[in-house]
């Protein structure tokens, strides 16, 4: 999981091959006090995965210029 703190939502969520998989939006309970101190065993961000943004986009939004702006056809 990602080492977040507040402010970090928007931010891409990468695999270990550098490719952009999701968008960060939130943290659990338990990353609150991340400013300071970090905990492996408990911090977790939560992220939508990229596939579902462009579903949204496309199914439920019918955005499909700004998909194309995108370079998602």
């Given at each position: ?66 998909l ?6």
């Amino acid at each position: 999981t990602c080492d977040i703190i507040g402010g970090n939502s928007g931010s891409p969520m990468i695999n270990t091959k550098g490719e952009l998989v999701g968008l960060i939006f939130d943290g659990n309970i338990e990353s609150l006090p991340g400013n300071f101190i970090y905990d492996v065993k408990v911090n977790r961000s939560v992220a939508v995965h990229a596939g579902g943004i462009t579903a949204a986009l496309k199914y439920i939004y019918r955005a499909d210029r700004l998909l194309k702006e995108m370079g998602v056809e």
